[in-house]
């Protein structure tokens, strides 16, 4: 009946399959472990005053005073707002924030999935950037 679609079915498989790996999984893999080690065992603590960071059992503070600009690095859709992605890894993005003396904190979608509307939202009179990039990786 099926004559025109025999054909070995594990290599047909495989020569789906791979490509398919290496575009959607295999980015979404790498983002997520280098966001996940860019913020692993740091605590943040937000209000609408300051930042407190806290790594190794110590704590900085970074009042908004001195904040000099925040720069959210995200996706085209995720910029757009559009809820439908065409790959995975469109949904991570990552806020940097840097300090009047070059210092940058660095938070990720990891530690919130509405990081870039809380800062928004806490510091609205901090010029904010937001860049555009198709794999934001930190």
């Not at 398919?20 to 295999?26: R, S």
């Not at 949904?91 to 940058?104: G, M, P, S």
């Amino acid at each position: 009946m099926f004559t025109f679609l025999e054909i070995n079915t594990k290599k047909s498989l495989l020569i789906i399959e791979i490509p398919l790996f290496v575009i959607f999984i295999l980015p979404s893999v790498y983002m997520h472990l280098n966001y996940y080690f860019q913020g692993n065992d740091i605590e943040y603590e937000l209000d609408n005053q300051r930042i407190k960071i806290i790594k190794d059992k110590v704590e900085i503070i970074y009042t908004k005073d001195a904040f000099k600009e925040i720069k959210l690095y995200m996706s085209g859709t995720r910029l757009a707002g559009m809820s439908l992605r065409n790959f995975p890894f469109e949904n991570y993005y990552y806020a940097k924030i840097v300090i009047e003396d070059n210092t940058e904190i660095i938070i990720t979608c990891l530690f919130s999935q509405k990081i870039d509307k809380i800062l928004e939202s806490y510091y609205s009179e901090v010029p904010t950037l937001k860049i555009k990039d198709f794999y934001p990786i930190i």
